[in-house]
Nanobody, 121 residues
Protein backbone atom coordinates (compact mmCIF):
# COMPACT_ATOMS: atom_id res chain seq x y z
CA UNK A 1 0.00 0.00 0.00
CA UNK A 2 0.98 3.62 -0.46
CA UNK A 3 1.12 6.14 2.36
CA UNK A 4 1.36 9.89 2.14
CA UNK A 5 2.73 11.57 5.25
CA UNK A 6 2.58 15.34 5.63
CA UNK A 7 4.67 17.46 7.96
CA UNK A 8 5.53 21.09 8.56
CA UNK A 9 2.27 22.56 9.76
CA UNK A 10 1.96 24.67 12.86
CA UNK A 11 0.93 27.95 14.42
CA UNK A 12 2.31 31.10 12.83
CA UNK A 13 1.57 34.80 12.96
CA UNK A 14 0.11 36.64 10.00
CA UNK A 15 2.83 37.45 7.51
CA UNK A 16 4.85 34.42 8.50
CA UNK A 17 5.98 31.42 6.47
CA UNK A 18 5.96 27.65 6.64
CA UNK A 19 7.21 24.82 4.47
CA UNK A 20 4.95 21.80 4.19
CA UNK A 21 6.27 18.45 3.04
CA UNK A 22 4.55 15.29 1.92
CA UNK A 23 6.43 12.07 1.35
CA UNK A 24 4.98 9.06 -0.44
CA UNK A 25 6.10 5.60 0.55
CA UNK A 26 5.18 2.06 -0.36
CA UNK A 27 5.27 -0.14 -3.40
CA UNK A 28 4.69 1.95 -6.53
CA UNK A 29 6.16 2.49 -9.97
CA UNK A 30 5.36 6.14 -10.59
CA UNK A 31 3.62 9.19 -9.24
CA UNK A 32 1.93 11.48 -11.73
CA UNK A 33 0.25 14.59 -10.42
CA UNK A 34 0.72 15.66 -6.81
CA UNK A 35 -1.03 18.46 -5.04
CA UNK A 36 -2.09 20.24 -1.91
CA UNK A 37 -5.68 20.87 -0.85
CA UNK A 38 -7.01 22.54 2.25
CA UNK A 39 -10.18 22.58 4.27
CA UNK A 40 -10.87 25.48 6.58
CA UNK A 41 -13.42 25.53 9.40
CA UNK A 42 -16.90 25.25 7.93
CA UNK A 43 -15.57 25.23 4.39
CA UNK A 44 -15.30 22.70 1.60
CA UNK A 45 -11.97 21.21 0.61
CA UNK A 46 -10.31 23.32 -2.08
CA UNK A 47 -7.30 23.02 -4.34
CA UNK A 48 -4.31 25.01 -3.19
CA UNK A 49 -1.70 23.95 -5.73
CA UNK A 50 -0.87 21.11 -8.08
CA UNK A 51 2.22 19.92 -9.91
CA UNK A 52 2.68 17.32 -12.64
CA UNK A 53 5.53 14.83 -12.87
CA UNK A 54 7.25 17.17 -15.35
CA UNK A 55 6.93 20.22 -13.12
CA UNK A 56 3.96 22.09 -14.53
CA UNK A 57 2.13 23.89 -11.76
CA UNK A 58 -1.24 25.45 -11.07
CA UNK A 59 -2.54 27.41 -8.09
CA UNK A 60 -5.78 28.44 -6.49
CA UNK A 61 -6.53 32.11 -7.03
CA UNK A 62 -6.31 32.98 -3.34
CA UNK A 63 -2.72 31.75 -2.98
CA UNK A 64 -1.12 32.87 -6.24
CA UNK A 65 2.03 34.84 -5.61
CA UNK A 66 2.29 33.65 -2.00
CA UNK A 67 2.53 29.85 -2.20
CA UNK A 68 4.98 27.77 -4.24
CA UNK A 69 4.67 24.07 -4.94
CA UNK A 70 7.65 21.92 -5.87
CA UNK A 71 8.58 18.26 -5.88
CA UNK A 72 11.55 15.95 -5.66
CA UNK A 73 10.77 12.94 -7.83
CA UNK A 74 13.75 10.98 -6.51
CA UNK A 75 12.32 11.26 -3.01
CA UNK A 76 8.63 10.95 -3.99
CA UNK A 77 8.08 14.15 -2.06
CA UNK A 78 6.08 17.29 -2.74
CA UNK A 79 6.59 20.58 -0.94
CA UNK A 80 4.50 23.67 -0.39
CA UNK A 81 6.27 26.88 0.57
CA UNK A 82 3.69 29.18 2.10
CA UNK A 83 4.61 32.83 2.53
CA UNK A 84 2.82 35.95 3.71
CA UNK A 85 0.26 33.84 5.54
CA UNK A 86 -3.12 35.30 6.34
CA UNK A 87 -5.67 34.26 8.99
CA UNK A 88 -7.92 33.00 6.18
CA UNK A 89 -5.22 30.48 5.27
CA UNK A 90 -6.01 28.63 8.49
CA UNK A 91 -6.99 25.10 7.50
CA UNK A 92 -6.01 21.47 7.48
CA UNK A 93 -3.72 20.98 4.50
CA UNK A 94 -3.93 17.64 2.71
CA UNK A 95 -1.49 16.10 0.28
CA UNK A 96 -2.80 14.26 -2.76
CA UNK A 97 -1.05 12.02 -5.27
CA UNK A 98 -2.00 10.06 -8.35
CA UNK A 99 -0.03 6.84 -8.09
CA UNK A 100 0.58 3.96 -10.44
CA UNK A 101 1.18 0.74 -8.54
CA UNK A 102 2.35 -1.42 -11.45
CA UNK A 103 3.56 -0.88 -14.98
CA UNK A 104 0.65 -0.48 -17.35
CA UNK A 105 -1.82 -0.44 -14.48
CA UNK A 106 -4.32 2.25 -13.55
CA UNK A 107 -3.63 5.29 -11.42
CA UNK A 108 -5.03 5.50 -7.92
CA UNK A 109 -5.76 8.57 -5.88
CA UNK A 110 -4.19 8.78 -2.42
CA UNK A 111 -4.58 11.29 0.39
CA UNK A 112 -2.48 12.11 3.39
CA UNK A 113 -3.87 12.49 6.89
CA UNK A 114 -3.55 16.27 6.86
CA UNK A 115 -1.46 18.83 8.70
CA UNK A 116 -2.93 21.78 10.57
CA UNK A 117 -1.89 25.32 9.68
CA UNK A 118 -3.15 28.02 12.01
CA UNK A 119 -2.47 31.69 11.31
CA UNK A 120 -3.02 34.19 14.10
CA UNK A 121 -3.77 37.84 13.42
Amino acid sequence: QVRLVESGGGLVQAGGSLRLSCAASGTLVSINAMGWYRQGPGKERELVAGITSTGSTNYGDSVKGRFTISRDNAKNTVYLQVNNLKPEDTAVYYCNARVRLRYGGPEYNYWGQGTQVTVSS
